[in-house]
């Protein structure tokens, strides 16, 4: 069944812009005011840079598939925006509505009029890839396969990807081949103790008194609140877990990504507690956050200079640029995105936080806060966290329904015997 979700209401002004777009072609300097005019509108409807991305396009015997990236691994902002982008044209096109292309390009691109009419023989699967995302277009109609092709060969000469408009016999793999765990022990903690530990060294697993639903928040990189189905022994059970690579090629491991690692954690579990899930597109209770009425607060990071050492090195109360220290009611970071402010405080308030600043830049950011938590001890003169925001950055959290990718359990048993 495909799920068909809310567009934005900023589609309204979308919509406008690319109708009155499309009675007021462009005109002057031809390909290059063309394409920069698909750069600029593509910036604006899809809300990260073309310059931070890269788009590709490929076509398959049975669809294609859209594929958006950050060009820089340490990008997260253009990462989680990329995500959100591809979730909602996903739902979007899943409805036949494809007013953000035409808005984008300026015109109605081929193939649109029939994946329209065709809509319902054609599946857009959204996927998340380690710097982005890709949406697989599916279909067993002949017309609405000549349809698609068209409509991704002209993606591929409008965007100027470079990607070739043959058909290839298979989806790109974005898949690697990585070592799995060869030996695991795993036991029951019924310590009661309220200490966690986890830790993944270069060629092992090891975690202390964590239940399950925590190790799914780091293998799926997902966060706790939005694994759903999951009760019983499998919501509150503990456990020690160890785990080791036996066989293993150091020079492999040492190149492993983050996803790479997290992919052999899910592997573990889906062996060992014989895990089974699928992610699915839900619209749920988030917080949007905007810039306050009062102005922001933030002053933007300036890069360190290339010639000095020292620059390079400077820190913020001890923490280095790109890091961050946490405490119960503090945060400090320097020279971060806001990105890593939306995901702190989405764990503090147990709800997605979308940021709809627009803010692309890098930021100190120093924030104090007060709990009505009785074990967590707090200065008595902080605000409550949602003051704190405000008053300290000049940002403002405002209760909003958006599309939220949740973790959905199908089956899960007792982890077998060691």
């Not at 990329?82 to 081929?110: K, S, Y």
Request: hydrophobic share 40%; aromatic share 4%.
């Amino acid at each position: 069944m495909k799920l068909i979700l809310s567009t934005c209401l900023a589609l309204v002004s979308v919509t406008a812009y690319a109708q009155d777009t499309m009675q007021h072609p462009a005109h002057g300097d031809g390909a290059d005011k063309h394409a920069a005019g698909v750069d600029m509108r593509g910036d604006h409807a899809m809300g990260f840079s073309h310059e931070t991305s890269r788009h590709h396009f490929g076509l398959l015997p049975d669809g294609g598939i859209i594929q958006v990236e950050a060009l820089s691994d340490t990008d997260t902002a253009t990462r989680d925006q990329i995500r959100q982008h591809l979730m909602h044209i996903a739902a979007m096109f899943n409805g036949g509505n494809f007013d953000i292309p035409m808005f984008i390009h300026g015109t109605v691109p081929p193939g649109v009029p029939t994946m329209k009419e065709k809509h319902a023989e054609i599946t857009y699967s959204y996927a998340p890839l380690e710097r982005g995302g890709v949406v697989k277009i599916t279909t067993h109609d002949p017309v609405a396969l000549k349809a698609v092709h068209d409509f991704l060969e002209f993606q591929i000469a409008d965007h100027r990807t470079g990607d070739s408009a043959e058909h290839s016999p298979t989806a790109p793999s974005v898949e690697v081949k990585v070592p799995a765990y060869d030996v695991v022990v795993i036991k029951p903690n019924r310590s009661g103790s309220r200490a966690i530990s986890a830790d993944t060294g270069e060629d092992t697993y090891t975690a202390t008194n964590v239940s399950l639903k925590m190790m799914m928040q780091n293998a799926y990189d997902t966060k706790i609140d939005l694994i759903h189905e999951l009760t019983g022994w499998a919501d509150s059970a503990r456990f020690d877990v160890q785990a080791k690579i036996v066989e293993s090629n150091a020079a492999v491991i040492a190149k492993l990504t983050p996803e790479q690692r997290r992919s052999m954690l899910r592997q573990l579990l889906e062996e060992r507690f014989q895990l089974k899930v699928h992610k699915q597109i839900e619209t749920l209770p988030v917080y949007e956050m905007t810039i306050a009425k009062g102005g922001l607060k933030l002053k933007e990071v300036e890069p360190p200079k290339l010639d000095s050492e020292l620059d390079a090195h400077k820190t913020l109360d001890g923490v280095e640029r790109g890091n961050m220290k946490m405490g119960s009611t503090q945060l400090i970071a320097h020279d971060v995105g806001l990105s890593l402010l939306t995901s702190v405080l989405s764990h503090q308030l147990h709800r997605t936080v979308l940021d709809k600043t627009a803010l692309r830049g890098k930021y100190d950011l120093v924030l104090n806060w007060s709990t009505d938590d009785p074990s967590v001890s707090t200065e008595s003169s902080a605000p409550i966290l949602f003051t704190a925001l405000e008053e300290q950055m000049g940002l403002k959290l405002q209760p909003a329904k958006g599309e939220v990718e949740t973790l959905i359990v199908d089956h899960v048993e007792q982890p077998r015997e060691n």
